[in-house]
């Protein structure tokens, strides 16, 4: 194998332009963020937006329920008026008829059962009428028994600081802070998605224009390959550097601390993750020429990587599990699990080295079989491509 690092550069530099130029790039590099960002904020404000709840009830317990309650949330002024009830009929008639919109039974004996029932016409009860309803509970409980300090203290129970602890010292965490590794798992996992989208259409385009064939009289198949590894990277972590952009203002105005240490290690395993996909998808993506077949054969490649995503409460709280442990040596999940990991726990060392051994290992693997693959795969044009058929060319001599 003869690299040809002035070719490689060149297709590399034409994969960015001709990848940067398409309106898929533009959609899903800054109207798409832009329309989910719109989305979630809009979203936001739309739950809370709501002037007015009638709440029905029939109180058998003797709660001091008031007439009407001014809850304030996200800035929003919401008022609940609370209207009585003796006929637990009529109440449930009423919720059917739209005159109030929940109806609240609080039985004689909650106290020894903590039974409360609601009635709505929906599945799930307006959380403002619940958080209203808990408050007149702990008063009604507390009434007498404790002075206001307590009281206060009860309603709002801890005001927590975390500090994160290690040999080297301790530093305070935030709610934010703490957010940043999921918020990397999920942009590693929107990477490689992305990825191989444009790969997937890049390389089945150029096959069903000719224009691969063309590409192969100017350079071998090897420094192809790299050439447009090396093109779509540029384009991919482009494609991030703009997301992250998107997402910088928050970090500056709510002063997020980021462990320079974390993000380091962080941007290693992503590096190495990003190269082992996207060697893995560039080899086989070269087997197909339509992208029907593509998708139904590459989709387990990328669905493997959800399960570090699906196991991401488990790798959180107990990240020395087993399960964590496993994911951290399986080089499609291992850039999700170890980072995952390293952000509540500090990892042996030995493990962190045993990882990014087999994260090397793997990519050199991977690279050596795309190149196999994309020499067969460039200039093969078989149509409904079966897995059986990928497989004997991957064992082909």
């Known amino acids: 194998m003869k690299l040809d690092v002035k070719k490689i550069l060149t297709i590399g530099k034409r994969e960015v332009f001709s990848n940067i130029k398409r309106k898929q790039f533009l959609i899903a590099t800054i109207i798409g963020p832009l329309i989910i960002i719109a989305l979630a904020i809009i979203g936001s404000f739309m739950m809370f937006d709501i002037k007015e709840i009638k709440v029905g009830y029939v109180d058998e317990f003797g709660l001091d329920i008031p007439n009407k309650v001014v809850e304030n949330n996200f800035g929003k002024n919401t008022t609940l008026y609370f209207i009585k009830y003796v006929d637990i009929e009529k109440g449930k008639e009423d919720v059917l008829n739209k005159s109030i919109d929940a109806l609240i039974i609080i039985p004689k004996d909650y106290l020894d059962s903590g039974k409360i029932i609601i009635y709505s016409t929906t599945k799930s009860p307006n959380p403002i009428i619940t958080d209203a309803l ?59 998605s992305s990825l191989s989208g444009i790969i997937v259409s890049s390389i089945i385009e ?51 601390k980021i462990s320079l240490s974390l993000t380091i290690f962080a941007l290693v395993y992503f590096i190495l993750g990003y190269l082992f996909y996207s060697s893995l998808l560039c080899g086989f993506s070269s087997l197909f020429s339509h992208p029907k077949d593509a998708s139904q054969l590459m989709s387990p490649i990328i669905i493997i990587q959800l399960l570090p995503i699906m196991f991401m409460n488990t790798i959180m709280v107990n990240p020395n599990h087993y399960m964590a442990k496993i994911l951290s040596y399986i080089p499609f999940t291992a850039p999700y699990a170890v980072v995952l ?9 030995t493990e962190v080295a045993l990882s990014t051994a087999i994260m090397l290992v793997s990519i050199v693997i991977s690279f050596v079989l795309s190149i196999k693959l994309f020499k067969i795969g460039v200039l093969l044009y078989e149509e409904n491509l079966t897995l059986k058929r990928v497989i004997k060319i991957i064992f082909k001599k």
């Open 341 to 349: 990991r390293a952000s509540v726990t500090q990892l042996p060392l």
């Open 206 to 256: 150029e096959k069903q224009n000719r224009i691969m064939e063309l590409l192969l009289c100017y350079a071998s198949a090897e420094n192809l390959m790299f050439g447009k590894i090396l093109g779509i990277s540029a384009v991919g972590l482009l494609q991030i550097g703009i997301w992250l952009l998107f997402a910088l203002p928050i970090v500056l105005v709510y002063a997020v």
């Open 134 to 192: 808990n408050k007149f509970l702990l008063k009604k409980l507390l009434k007498g028994k404790v002075d206001n300090k307590t009281y206060n203290r009860v309603i709002n129970p801890m005001n927590l600081e975390i500090y994160s602890i290690s040999k080297k010292g301790f530093e305070k965490e935030t709610f934010l802070s703490q957010l940043l590794p999921i918020g990397f798992v999920f942009l590693l996992y929107m990477a490689i």
